[in-house]
């Protein structure tokens, strides 16, 4: 069983950047995909991004590439999620997750965090 813990989360102006962390415990992180979603009020959960266990494949969601990227540290046992330029439109949870298969589907992961806030102001 892994348990994943997101921090970072906060309020910032648009243009911003922050940086995520998912703090992991109770598994092999190495093992895993790690993948960042995120859900705004009154909208479904989205795909960001997601990174392979070896950290060496990324893969991004159209509308943040070029703004957000994922990275880990697996002797931290730690995924983190980087977002510069940051829009009003970016506001919502953001979760991260762990499963077996790389790709934007949550089906494809197993365990999730409770998720850090992120708010953007205009």
């Known amino acids: 069983q892994v348990q994943l813990a997101e921090s970072g989360g906060g309020l910032v102006q648009a243009g911003g950047s922050l940086r995520l962390s998912c703090a992991a415990s109770?598994?092999?992180?190495?093992?895993?995909?790690m993948g960042w979603f995120r859900q705004a009020p009154g909208k479904e959960r989205e795909f960001v991004a997601a990174i392979r266990p070896s950290g060496g494949s990324t893969y991004a969601a159209d509308y943040v590439k070029g703004r957000f990227t994922c990275f880990r540290d697996n002797f931290k046992s730690t995924a983190y999620l980087q977002m510069y330029s940051l829009k009003p439109e970016d506001t919502a949870v953001y979760y991260c997750?762990?499963?077996?298969?790389?790709?934007?589907?949550?089906?494809?992961?197993?365990?999730w965090g409770k998720g850090t806030q992120v708010t953007v102001s205009s």
């Open positions: 109770g598994g092999t992180f190495r093992s895993y995909v």
């Open positions: 997750a762990a499963g077996l298969t790389l790709g934007s589907e949550s089906r494809l992961y197993d365990y």
